[in-house]
């Protein structure tokens, strides 16, 4: 889809639809001017009672008289006073689902001047291209019969002020390549168990590689190579499975430097979790397809990376295996050799997550990294803990959980710290290995990052616990592609700070 920014009086625009978001009381900006244009029509219909714009209220008015659009749908987004990012979100959501319904290709969309405290219009441009870009999303590829695609193929943006075209387009450039992101993730979220194995994701990334310009070095490392470096903590994970576990590396080497210090991504790609011996409950158990969704989250942010070719270095790592129950099984009590050389006793074998991590952290070093961020569906603790709202967020290194945090509320993506209090450490002890790989009920998803942080000693770490917000369960069953936002942020902002002259520190 493209997002082109048109300066034009919206009244005017020819367009076969155009979307106005409408606030409650009096009609103001491009709702005011369409009204004006259209003999009241918007204002009629409020006071008919027709159309209340409240938050998510959508109306198509399919002949505009006195408009040069076809069609007008007007979008409600509540009360001003109210209005903040949430909302603004799940408004615009709501206009894309009616808009996308329509048998139309081309849209325009004016309400730019909608007043959100702290928020630049291109911001909100921004949003707008994500938004469509994930309402146009069907995962379709399991389908017999695929159903319709989305018809409509470009949304230009209207803005008053020709000035800020420049502002808008990267706004509009940003958000696109996000959406992109966020539905290349959740394409590898929803994809089966049986389809999406680490082979698979293994081919992904090659494929990504070959296509990528010579954008992107990709390297996909066996079982034999795996054992040869002595990874044998994440080779103790795929023991019980018939599919053989990989460890995926993709480099991308976008900075003036080539040998400029990059930004690690690390993503869990367990494409089935069933708990190995130590099995999980059967309810539900389906939804452990999405415990890749770290690995489907560093996928869709590399995409991005190759969309928006940001000036700075990035590594992405996938440590990638099936948790499977058989002969060949790890068992509990079992103890492992991890490549950092700590020794592990898994007392639990479903905490498999952080033992395919560990090594992936240790595999980090090499890169000599600036910073390394795991991103990992860890914990069923973090979902109690947070719910479906907040990613996880650890560290050890507290400018590093700030960098997130902002980076999270800047994509509207967010995270929530939690602490990394050496007094949490010790509910690893293990008498018979270096650490044990469970720490108890308390504080589950705490005592998950202290067991990462033991590999990550050497660097600036932070770890993404997105067990409650990589995918929605019940009706709406789906991978959200989170948080591949709040990456991506990251990373520009990371770029934007590499290529602004050093300030001094006092
Ligand atoms: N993949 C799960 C975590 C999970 C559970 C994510 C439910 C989303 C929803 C992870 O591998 C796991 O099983 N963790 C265990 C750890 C425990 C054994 C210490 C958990 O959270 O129960
Ligand atoms: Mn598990
Ligand atoms: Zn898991």
């Excluded at 020794?343 to 600036?370: H, I, K, M, Q, S």
Aim: charged share 25%; glycine share 10%; with cysteine.
């Amino acid at each position: 889809m493209e997002f082109p920014v048109v300066t034009a009086n919206p009244a005017q625009l020819e367009t076969a639809c155009i979307v106005v978001p409408v606030i409650e009381g009096d009609l103001t900006g491009a709702a005011a001017r369409l009204d004006d244009a259209s003999e009241k029509l918007i204002s009629q219909l409020i006071e008919r009672g027709d159309f209340k714009p409240e938050l998510g209220n959508t109306l198509l008015v399919p002949f505009a008289p006195g408009l040069g659009a076809q069609r007008l749908l007007l979008a409600g987004f509540g009360s001003e006073e109210k209005l903040d990012e949430s909302r603004y979100k799940r408004g615009l959501d709501a206009a894309m689902t009616a808009l996308l319904k329509l048998p139309i290709e081309d849209a325009a969309f004016a309400g730019l001047e909608l007043n959100l405290e702290l928020r630049e219009a291109d911001w909100m441009a921004r949003m707008i291209a994500e938004s469509a870009l994930r309402t146009a999303y069907r995962f379709t590829e399991m389908k017999s019969k695929p159903g319709e695609p989305v018809s409509l193929t470009r949304l230009s943006v209207v803005s008053a002020d020709k000035q800020r075209q420049a502002e808008l387009e990267a706004g509009l450039r940003v958000g696109a390549a996000i959406g992109m992101g966020v539905n290349e993730a959740r394409t590898l979220g929803n994809l089966p168990g049986n389809i999406c194995t680490p082979r698979y994701l293994g081919e992904r990334a090659e494929q990504l590689g070959a296509a990528s310009d010579g954008a992107l070095k990709v390297t996909v490392l066996g079982e034999e190579e795996l054992e040869e470096l002595g990874a044998l903590s994440l080779l103790s994970v795929g023991r019980g499975s018939e599919e053989p576990s990989r460890l995926i590396v993709m480099e991308y080497r976008g900075a003036e430097d080539e040998n400029e210090a990059p930004h690690v991504l690390v993503g869990k790609g367990i494409t089935f979790d069933t708990g190995g011996i130590s099995l999980k409950p059967g309810a539900g158990m389906d939804e452990m397809k999405y415990d890749m969704g770290g690995a489907a989250s560093v996928f869709g942010t590399m995409r991005t990376v190759l969309e928006l070719k940001p000036k700075l270095n990035v590594v992405a790592i996938v440590a990638s295996a099936e948790n499977m129950p058989d002969g060949r099984a790890t068992k509990p009590g079992d103890i492992i050799k991890t490549l950092k050389g700590l020794t592990v006793e898994v007392l639990n074998t479903d905490a498999e997550g952080r033992l395919v991590l560990c090594d992936a952290l240790t595999y980090a070093e090499r890169f000599e990294p600036a910073s390394v961020v795991d991103i990992a569906t860890l914990t069923g603790a973090c979902v109690i803990a947070l719910g479906n709202h907040a990613t996880g967020l650890i560290s050890n290194d507290d400018d590093l959980a700030l960098d997130l945090l902002d980076a999270g509320e800047e994509a509207w993506d967010r995270a929530w710290h939690m602490p990394l209090w050496d007094e949490y450490q010790t509910q690893l002890d293990s008498n018979f290995a270096d650490i044990a790989n469970i720490g108890g009920r308390e504080a589950g998803m705490i005592t998950a990052g202290c067991f990462l942080s033991r590999f990550a000693d050497t660097f600036p770490w932070a770890h993404l616990d997105i067990a409650g917000t990589a995918w929605m369960s019940g009706k709406q069953k789906g991978a959200s592609g989170r948080p591949v936002g709040l990456l991506t942020q990251y990373l520009l902002d990371r770029e934007a700070e590499l290529s602004a002259p050093q300030e001094e520190t006092v």
